[in-house]
T-cell receptor
Framework: GAVVSQHPSRVICKSGTSVKIECRSL??????MFWYRQFPKQSLMLMAT?????????EQGVEKDKFLINHASLTLSTLTVTSAHPEDSSFYIC?????????????FGDGTRLSIL | AQSVSQHNHHVILSEAASLELGCNYS??????LFWYVQYPGQHLQLLLK??????LVKGIKGFEAEFIKSKFSFNLRKPSVQWSDTAEYFC????????????FGSGTRLQVQP
């Protein structure tokens, strides 16, 4: 089946550091990828929609200058958390949407656990 | 805006017991409905989905869900659970207007005891 690779799986870094997370569709093309954030014992919350070759669409309350998204190819989207602070610590999950009709499924990565000290 | 409610946060069952997990959504228009499962240490996987047609949807691993439009519900069922069904279950919805991102419920942690 379709596989989405998310890297790294875990990051621990100091406050003020910028962290880049990659999301790759390994065996299919994805014009659209989504970035979600999950707080402990809570659901996934959509942060932004990443569209290949165009600017990402951010959800209300998500700072676009804080969470930089680049979707430079049909198989790769990156999320960069700039100048990360402890409140950015969370579980970040990407999903990739197969090119196709409305019924095409989303495929999820394994997630990245970000811990800011 | 869409929202999804999952009423059961933590369910504990014995093997062979029947399962029903509740899911209600709030959105007045056409919706697409999904159930995802997340096994410990693994990524989210699609169990089943409803787009149109027969409101009783069958998914993988013996799961099924019934879409009841009048109740805005999409409950997940399984007649007889196994220990291997221990996982977190998420109901999700997206509006059938072309927006493809999902709105998730808070999840239900299912623990099946042998």
């Amino acid at each position: 089946g379709a596989v989405v690779s998310q890297h790294p799986s875990r990051v621990i870094c100091k406050s003020g550091t910028s962290v880049k997370i990659e999301c790759r569709s390994l065996d299919f093309q994805a014009t659209t990828m989504f970035w979600y954030r999950q707080f402990p014992k809570q659901s996934l919350m959509l942060m932004a929609t990443s569209n290949e070759g165009s600017k990402a669409t951010y959800e209300q309350g998500v700072e676009k200058d804080k969470f930089l998204i680049n979707h430079a190819s049909l198989t790769l989207s990156t999320l960069t958390v700039t100048s990360a602070h402890p409140e950015d610590s969370s579980f970040y999950i990407c999903s990739a949407l197969e090119v196709g009709p409305p019924g095409a499924p989303q495929h999820f990565g394994d997630g990245t656990r970000l811990s800011i000290l | 805006a869409q929202s999804v409610s999952q009423h059961n946060h933590h369910v504990i069952l014995s093997e062979a017991a029947s399962l029903e997990l509740g899911c209600n959504y709030s959105y007045g228009g056409t919706v697409n409905l999904f159930w995802y499962v997340q096994y410990p240490g693994q990524h989210l996987q699609l169990l089943l989905k409803y787009f149109s047609g027969d409101p009783l949807v069958k998914g993988i691993k013996g799961f099924e869900a019934e879409f009841i439009k009048s109740k805005f519900s999409f409950n997940l069922r399984k007649p007889s659970v196994q220990w291997s069904d221990t996982a977190e279950y998420f109901c999700a919805v997206n509006a059938g207007t072309g927006r493809r991102a999902l709105t998730f419920g808070s999840g239900t942690r299912l623990q099946v005891q042998p």
